[in-house]
């Protein structure tokens, strides 16, 4: 399961969950004020073994971050 960023629209409050693809938050209560219904974020994500486009991990060297070549 992935974990998405939810922002309360009530508080402000952003909080993390590891919930199912397909939730919208809205069956979520705040941890802060207790406000029913959280609003999904957009946000980025974490690729292991890629770290600020240098050649890290299992990447091979001259990788930079594009593995499409290198996996």
């Given amino acids: 399961m992935p974990i998405y960023e939810f ?3 009530s508080c402000g ?3 993390t969950e590891l919930c199912k693809m397909g ?3 809205e ?3 705040c941890l802060g004020c207790g406000h029913e219904g959280l609003w999904k974020q957009v946000s980025g994500f974490a690729s292991p073994g890629v770290s600020k486009g240098r050649s ?3 990447c091979s ?3 930079h971050g594009n593995c499409a ?3």
């Fill in 61 to 63: 060297p001259g990788c």
């Fill in 13 to 15: 409050l952003l909080t």
């Fill in 7 to 9: 922002e309360c629209p």
């Fill in 23 to 25: 939730e919208n938050g």
């Fill in 27 to 29: 069956s979520l209560t």
């Fill in 69 to 71: 070549g290198c996996h």
């Fill in 56 to 58: 890290a991990g299992s």
